[in-house]
């Protein structure tokens, strides 16, 4: 994915080494243990495929629960089996996505869309572009498989809001 340069939006808090520590779907294999990604070039890192359990923070976005889109990136399968987001696209609205924080507080999110869209025409504006409130967004690869280059040619998107009072 290629990836506009992000500023990250001032916080009221000091950051954490690692904003999340774990996040959870709906159900149980939607679990995933988080990492750090940066960015690379002009695109976001992804987490590797050694681990399909793992997926990642994009670094240049808020924590999250803080104001401000959030990017958790991970793969959906690999020559290995089904990875962390193979399930991704069965999310639906409503559905409740938790964040588990490294400060033992959780920030759950309610989905409001679930979108496929060509790699080739990534609607960055609308997945980082700046929220007045807490937004969680999770990408992974979809749609056909081309197997000349190895790669998904679209992306799914998830985008969630989050529940207040929910922690």
């Not at 954490?16 to 750090?36: H, M, V």
């Not at 639906?92 to 588990?100: E, G, H, S, T």
Request: glycine residues 8%.
């Amino acid at each position: 994915m290629d990836a506009p340069r992000v500023r990250r939006p001032a916080s009221p808090a000091p950051p954490e080494p690692l904003p999340a520590c774990k996040a959870e779907g709906p159900t149980a294999e939607n679990r995933s243990q988080l990492l750090t990604l940066c960015q690379v070039g002009h695109s976001v890192g992804v987490p590797p495929l050694g681990d399909l359990n793992l997926a990642g923070w994009f670094d240049r976005t808020v924590t999250p629960g803080q104001t401000g889109p959030s990017l958790i990136d991970g793969h959906v399968e690999s020559y290995a089996g089904r990875s962390v987001f193979f399930n991704l696209k069965n999310l639906k609205l409503a559905d409740q996505i938790r964040v588990l924080r490294t400060d033992g507080t959780t920030a759950v999110f309610r989905v409001t869309w679930v979108q496929i869209v060509a790699k080739a025409a990534f609607p960055w504006r609308a997945v980082l572009g700046p929220t007045s409130y807490p937004a969680l967004r999770l990408v992974t690869c979809g749609g056909p498989f081309d197997s000349l280059t190895g790669h998904y040619i679209d992306n799914i998107i998830v985008c969630a809001v989050i529940r207040r009072g929910a922690s």
